[in-house]
């Protein structure tokens, strides 16, 4: 089957992930994070695409963020995914390839899944099993914009409109984005979620898809409801 064309409108942010091939660990030790961080930001720097959200987990990782331009996105991964590679199989004295594929992604309508798509990446480890809060788990953004606390450098990271909507100062917006996470992601919107990203469908309301429909001249979701959906365990 033919690859579906990817959806790519500077400033839209976007959905992506990132999986090792056959679910194997892309991360060993805390050095292997340091080094993908420091390689993310500087490509991410170099090739224009703000940073909202993300988390690391042992063998995929996830990103929300916004290109600046229309190739943004794959120059940073091109990139990273070089330097990670050459670094992981030098430190671990192995050959191939640590990819599962290209990478994954959707175009994200901001105004109504922007903040809950940011719960859904800081609320991996917890989904996971890893920690009983999202606080408690150290390579993802939660700490930064729930807190305030740069922590392992995150910095870098670009605070959304969406996000800074949430109140009038740091204070207020972090007390605020916490209080989101009282709430519970609705399964509907958690498979939503995992579906539009796997199959590269736009992630918003019908209005939003056929704006990108025009835009990218393909369908920028599902013909119908089909089938139920499979169980998918996955995070």
């Keep these: 089957m033919a690859r579906l064309p990817r959806y790519t409108i500077p400033g839209q942010p976007q959905h992506i992930i990132q999986r090792g091939n056959n679910r194997q660990a892309i991360f060993v030790v805390e050095a292997d994070y340091q080094f993908f961080r420091n390689a993310l930001v500087e490509a991410a720097s170099k090739h224009g695409l703000a ?130 996470f009282e709430s519970v992601i609705s399964n509907d919107d958690l498979a939503e979620i995992r579906e539009c990203t796997h199959k590269s469908w736009a992630l918003g309301e019908e209005r939003f898809k056929k704006q990108i429909e025009a835009v990218g001249q393909r369908r920028a979701t599902s013909k119908g409801v089909g089938r139920p959906r499979k169980k998918d365990n996955r995070v």
């Design 51 to 180: 940073i909202h959200a993300y988390v690391w987990m042992t063998n995929h990782i996830h990103l929300l963020a916004s290109p600046e331009f229309d190739d943004s996105i794959s120059k940073v991964f091109q990139a990273v995914g070089r330097r990670y590679v050459q670094y992981f199989n030098y430190t671990y004295r192995r050959s191939g390839t640590l990819w599962e594929g290209r990478y994954r992604a959707t175009i994200v309508d901001s105004e109504q899944y922007l903040l809950t798509l940011m719960r859904y990446i800081e609320l991996n480890p917890v989904r996971a099993g890893i920690v009983a809060y999202p606080e408690d788990y150290p390579w993802s953004s939660y700490r930064y914009n729930a807190q305030g606390e740069p922590g392992l450098n995150a910095n870098w990271l670009v605070l959304h409109e969406e996000y800074l909507r949430l109140g009038r100062d740091e204070a207020d917006r972090q007390r605020a984005y916490r209080r989101l």
